[in-house]
């Protein structure tokens, strides 16, 4: 099983920017499109972006739009998501993960977590 590592979450107050990567294997990496997920407390795991294989297609959730750029180094595996002016409704577990989800032999890693103070 290949386990995404991400990193970069922690307390920030609303207003306030953060910077998220993960670190996937090499070929899960460059053969799927990419993808941040988040889970609040009692909810279920949503998508937040996702990213080509090469980066040129990018989506984002109607939540998000205009706060959180998503963006991938195919040289070093890795993929980031940049979120500013953050909100109280952003805090979450944030994963990165393969889009859609559910490829074999790539499991959910721990996951990073966000919390934005108000």
């Known amino acids: 099983q290949v386990q995404p590592v991400e990193s970069g979450g922690g307390l920030v107050q609303a207003g306030g920017s953060l910077r998220l990567s993960c670190a996937a294997s090499g070929i899960i990496f460059r053969l799927n499109a990419m993808a941040w997920y988040r889970q609040a407390p009692g909810k279920q795991r949503d998508l937040v972006a996702r990213i080509s294989t090469t980066g040129g297609s990018r989506t984002y959730t109607d939540a998000v739009k205009g706060r959180f750029t998503i963006s991938r180094d195919n040289a070093k595996n890795t993929v980031s998501l940049q979120m500013n002016s953050l909100k109280p409704e952003d805090t979450a577990v944030y994963y990165c993960?393969?889009?859609?989800?559910?490829?074999?032999?790539?499991?959910w890693g721990q996951g990073t977590q966000v919390t934005v103070s108000s």
């Open positions: 993960n393969t889009y859609p989800g559910g490829v074999p032999g790539v499991s």
